[in-house]
């Protein structure tokens, strides 16, 4: 065999050393290669680290922000535990106070909301719960006059008008209340609405002096996107409750005391 000679001298070259096995690198291995070529070794789990802190303190702060926003209406709802009963079970009370809503038909008929708190309030007066119906609204608003609507609802429906006594001025759930308690004397009565306001209302009518049980009227015929809009709405008027009932206002509108509904009361007692 030829020894083999180096190309610029004649002298044999050295013999070549065995090459070493090319080293094959997985890519989690070439990556962390590249990574640690790059200094980012230690860089990357700190990144990490710091990104957890800041998704931990949001998520807090998440949920003290949602605490804060729910604090008026879980009180409203515990204050008024156990006084939502369904009509059939309603204690006797000889009033019942039915809350205004909005209109429809250029003011004329009430919408679904609405017209369930009456047919519900209809019930209690045919079933002999009741012998009154206080009807609070606002006979200026932006629908309607809400108390005629609802007067004429019910007199179509059978309920003898005499039964009826209007306030044109319960202009928001703490006006109604306070209204009923100050002007027409009353110191005992059911509630008919929606449940969701309802925790509302009873318990701004115990604070203002009228012993209330609340009687929900379901929502039959409503739209799923109007039930979702008053839940979410009523988060917010939850903190006004709140805040009228730490200041204990006065209605929008003051009136001397009226005697109509123990009038209709009396009028329909044996």
């Not at 290669?33 to 980012?40: K, Q, S």
Request: proline fraction near 7%.
């Amino acid at each position: 065999m030829t020894t083999p000679t180096s190309p610029l001298t004649d002298e044999p070259s050295p013999p070549a050393e065995d090459a070493a096995p090319p080293v094959r690198l997985g890519w989690y291995r070439r990556k962390w290669v590249v990574i640690t070529t790059l200094g980012l070794s230690r860089r990357l789990p700190d990144d990490r680290r710091r990104r957890r802190r800041v998704l931990w303190r949001l998520g807090v702060a998440a949920v003290i922000a949602l605490a804060v926003a729910l604090a008026p209406t879980v009180w409203l709802r515990a204050s008024a535990g156990g006084r939502l009963v369904a009509a059939d079970r309603a204690p006797a009370a000889d009033v019942a106070i039915v809350f205004g809503a909005q209109l429809e038909n250029g003011g004329k008929d009430p919408m679904s909301f609405l017209r369930n708190r009456l047919d519900t309030a209809a019930a209690l007066v045919t079933s002999g719960k009741v012998k009154a119906l206080l009807i609070s609204g606002d006979a200026h608003g932006g629908s309607g006059n809400e108390v005629k609507a609802m007067s004429t609802y019910l007199a179509e429906r059978g309920v003898d008008p005499s039964r009826l006594v209007l306030d044109p001025y319960g202009l928001d759930t703490y006006d109604t209340c306070r209204r009923a308690h100050d002007v027409y004397g009353i110191t005992r009565a059911l509630l008919v609405s929606q449940d969701v306001h309802l925790y509302r209302a009873v318990t701004l009518c115990r604070r203002l002096g009228v012993d209330a049980w609340g009687v929900p009227s379901g929502c039959q015929g409503c739209r799923q996107v109007t039930i979702w809009y008053n839940t979410a709405r009523d988060v917010g008027a939850a903190w006004k409750a709140a805040w009228d009932a730490i200041r204990h206002r006065p209605p929008a509108v003051q009136s001397p005391p009226d005697p109509a509904v123990q009038r209709a009361v009396a009028a329909h007692t044996p």
